[in-house]
């Protein structure tokens, strides 16, 4: 069986949000003219199924938004897939959609930047967007289905302190199983305003300790994203989740030499996503585990708050861990005519 078994599928190109960090800045620009078809999703999960594939990912965009977006997840749950969606949640406000769909969504990842509304729509760039998250997540806790829900929390210099408050708020509701903290990666807005929205890797690990505890107390799984491991401390490096990560293909759109618009697959081995490794690496003892920090930190702030963890050895129990390997373009798909 190949090691492949994870599909992130970006299913569309719009979102109702103008989230100043949104990774997805860029590829929405240039692709917002070109929807991805119900053929060309429906065709590319077939296939993908017949390789192994198991666990699907609809993200995009905000996928919620797609058209015939509840048939898609039946057609996926029909041929063998556990489904996951990345959301801000707005749509699943809403019984009808909601009720059209979560009986066929193992998981869901909710975009949550802040613990109240002003933190929140601050940073979706959308009045009302918070109480329509409160909303979504109070309704999932009301129906029957259980899903597995996530949250995932970009840090910025304004939300940064409204970190321990923003898991309390979440972990009101008893479905959310899982917080993940996202450093900023370089891409899409996050890229363009990289300099003002990067937030301390120290300012990040000054938030660790509550952190933990907090997730502690309520059972919470807590995981970092794009946070060097020793920069979470010595004996936080589980909650790294470089070593949580397992490979995966993203299929999204892309022009090839001609112009002509498809998908294409990118295989990824590991989570290095812009991450390098420095000098101060060599020594830690994770250094053939974590990827670094991000390539864009470095030139625009260098390494000196690395920490490198160099007495003892690798903690048991990290999962899978790496080694490092970078992605691979592995397939194309041109846009059926019509």
Known sequence: MSEFRRLE????????QACVFCSEEDRMAAFKDHPVSLREAADALALKRREGF???????????????????????KRIGYKTYVTTNGNTLAFDKFARKTLP????????????????????TGDAGSFALLERALAMIDR???????????????????????????VTRFKKVKH????????????????????????????????????AKKTGTVLRFFGVPTCILGEGHEAYANDFQWSPRATIERKRDAAGRVGLVEIRGWTPTRGRVQTG????????????????????????????PIVEGKVRQGLGRGLPLKADEEHAFWLKPAG
Request: net charge negative; proline share 8%; glycine share 6%.
């Open 54 to 76: 198991d666990h699907v990912t609809f993200t995009g965009g905000e996928p919620t938004i797609y058209p015939r977006f509840d048939q898609l997840l039946r057609f996926a």
């Open 280 to 307: 101060k690496c060599t020594p830690c003892v994770y250094n053939k585990l974590c990827p670094g920090l991000f390539e864009r930190y470095n030139d625009e702030f260098g390494d000196a708050e690395l920490a």
């Open 9 to 16: 599928f970006h299913l569309t190109y719009t979102c109702p």
């Open 143 to 169: 129906e029957p289905p259980e899903p597995y829900v996530l949250i995932n929390f970009v840090v910025t210099p304004v939300n940064v302190a409204a970190l321990p408050a923003t898991l309390r708020f």
């Open 179 to 214: 917080f993940l903290v996202s450093n900023l990666a370089s891409e899409g807005g996050g890229k363009h305003h990289y300099r003002e929205l990067a937030v301390p890797l120290t300012r990040i690990a000054a938030e660790v300790p509550e952190l933990v505890r907090l």
């Open 104 to 123: 066929y969504l193992d998981e869901i990842c909710f975009s949550v930047h802040g613990h109240d509304a002003k933190t929140h729509d601050g940073a």
